[in-house]
């Protein structure tokens, strides 16, 4: 890799941390800001365990875990897109087929084919989580109900609290990380340079 080549991937690696930081304090702020107006209704509580207290909802607990929270996600982006080069040809164009393939530890040498692409799936994947959090909560502060309040609350009855809150939030994450795949896998074509789109044949560039 020529000089001029290594200062580009570092303006792109720069740049995607940079616009996702933007991308998740915003996404964030949406999802807080929103508690904030639904939590407003008697009848309607948070429940996401981690972000209440005794007397209920706490903000500024809330912020801290998005703060820290954030730091973490971005240092996970940051490794994603070094181990980047990692990632076969074969899994970024078949980025969503790449999930039939479970493994335990993403750090494993053994599974760096296509674990940076699912690291950098499940990053991409926590903006629009927070979004539809957000959507949830718009919907509870203008109708008292929503759908993913309602299971959650259905869930954490029949569990406790914080088993019904991933029995709904983490298959959904899942799930929006599998549909956000390709999306993980353009980026780490785009920071890579393009070389591998240009060696990907036509008709395999967009499949999943």
């Not at 940051?78 to 969503?96: D, E, F």
Request: with cysteine; proline share 6%.
């Amino acid at each position: 890799m020529g000089l001029s080549s290594s200062r580009q991937r570092t303006r792109r690696i720069v740049a995607v941390l940079g616009l996702y930081a933007l991308a998740y304090l915003f996404a964030s702020w949406l999802d807080l800001f929103t508690t904030a107006l639904a939590l407003v209704r008697p009848e309607a509580s948070e429940g996401n365990i981690y972000a209440t207290g005794a007397a209920g909802y706490v903000s500024a607990k809330a912020w801290l875990i998005t703060v820290a929270g954030g730091i973490a996600i971005e240092a996970c982006l940051l490794w994603a897109i070094l181990a980047a080069g990692t990632v076969t040809q074969h899994w970024l164009a078949h980025p969503i087929r790449s999930f039939a393939r479970p493994y335990v530890n993403p750090w494993s040498r053994r599974v760096r084919d296509r674990s940076p692409l699912h690291m950098a799936s499940f990053v991409i994947a926590f903006v629009p989580l927070r979004v539809l959090a957000a959507l949830n909560n718009v919907a509870i502060a203008a109708t008292g109900t929503a759908p993913l309040g309602r299971l959650v609350g259905l869930a954490s009855r029949a569990t406790t609290p914080a088993i019904g809150f991933w029995l709904v939030l983490g298959p959904l994450f899942y799930l929006l990380a599998i549909l956000l795949a390709p999306l993980a896998a353009r980026l780490i074509v785009w920071v890579r340079g393009g070389e591998d789109a240009a060696r990907m044949p036509p008709d395999t560039r967009s499949t999943v």
